[in-house]
């Protein structure tokens, strides 16, 4: 009985195996409620997850870009999420740029702020050679909120 003790339970995440082990159920899980016709964003959005974190870019994109279509609370987390994504791709040499940049500037026409969306513009245009874009991705970034206030207020700078 707790009575009117405060009770508060940590959790870290997971680590090597046990990160595989719940993605894979969680994908299992989520790719079953799609099967069945659950077409709610939540279910689309953490699909999409699943299916980035198993290296199935193309197949996170169509969920993502699908909750990006809806007035969702996680329209705006799907395009950030993919953007974060995107430049460490980038960074990384990844061969995805243009199929990025198709995502991103999706995000961008919906959520024209969003300095996560802003930045991942930004690299990818320098990626691809695209200065005069970059240019300008850089000062829309300057002209933006600081913050994104999704998920949990991430921080950008």
């Known amino acids: 009985q707790l009575g009117t003790e405060v009770l508060c339970i940590e959790h870290y995440g997971y680590a090597g195996d046990q990160l595989v082990e719940k993605n894979e159920r969680n994908l299992a899980l989520l790719q079953q409620a799609w099967r069945e016709g659950d077409r709610r964003p939540q279910v689309q959005f ?67 702020q969003n300095p996560i969306l802003l930045e991942a513009s930004r690299v990818l245009y320098l990626a691809i050679g695209q200065l005069e874009f970059a240019k300008r991705a850089t000062w829309l970034l300057s002209r933006a909120p600081r913050t994104w206030g999704g998920p949990n207020q991430i921080e950008t700078f």
């Open 46 to 112: 953490h699909l999409g997850r699943c299916l980035e974190i198993s290296g199935d870019h193309p197949g996170a994109a169509i969920h993502y870009l699908a909750v990006m279509g809806t007035d969702s609370y996680f329209a705006e987390a799907a395009a950030a999420i993919w953007a974060g994504g995107a430049i460490l791709r980038a960074e990384m040499g990844a061969n995805m740029v243009m199929e990025d940049l198709v995502v991103v500037q999706r995000g961008l026409k919906r959520f024209p």
